[in-house]
């Protein structure tokens, strides 16, 4: 039978502390902004799920395109997480950037109606066969509409 071993904790500490200095040394322009953001951002971060970095501070980003992202201190990543978006076409598909930059010059946040939502509308129930849409920006404003909608059908002011 092979001799069992054992765990040498005190080796997995100095290799772990060697490990979080080399990335605060690597790292010093994200460090500098993580401890600046503590000022205004609970935490040092804009979102609290930030707070579980595996390091003592979070990556501060530069740029992002594909499926790579460049860090402040001039890093390159293959950013295996993506977030949503990022995982269905990769960071900033040239023709999302050309259409948005477009939108963007004829006016952002219209309180009414642009002809292009007439077409996404339409896209939409030819690829998934439902009559109806309508389109939200946020997560909270779909569930503001959820609420809403659930109180006109069910005509109960409370849901």
């Not at 804009?46 to 970095?53: A, E, G, R, S």
């Not at 990556?59 to 949503?84: I, K, M, P, Q, R």
């Not at 023709?95 to 004829?106: D, I, K, N, S």
């Not at 779909?142 to 609420?147: E, M, Q, Y």
């Amino acid at each position: 039978m092979p001799a069992t071993r054992t765990l040498d904790r005190a080796r997995l500490a100095r290799l772990m502390e060697r490990e979080l200095a080399t990335f605060v040394a690597e790292n010093p322009r994200s460090h500098s902004l993580h401890e600046r953001a503590k000022a205004s951002l609970l935490e040092g971060v804009p979102m609290n799920w930030m707070v579980k970095w595996a390091g003592s501070f979070p990556l501060f980003v530069e740029s992002a395109g594909g499926a790579h992202f460049t860090d402040v201190d001039g890093h390159d990543y293959v950013d295996f997480c993506l977030g949503d978006t990022g995982a269905m076409a990769g960071h900033s598909p040239a023709p999302t950037v050309a259409a948005v930059e477009r939108q963007l010059r004829r006016g952002i946040t219209l309180m009414l109606p642009i002809e292009d939502a007439i077409a996404a509308g339409d896209e939409l129930r030819r690829r998934f066969g439902l009559r109806y849409w309508q389109f939200t920006i946020t997560a909270t404003d779909a569930n503001r509409f959820s609420l809403r909608l659930a109180r006109h059908i069910s005509g109960r002011s409370k849901v």
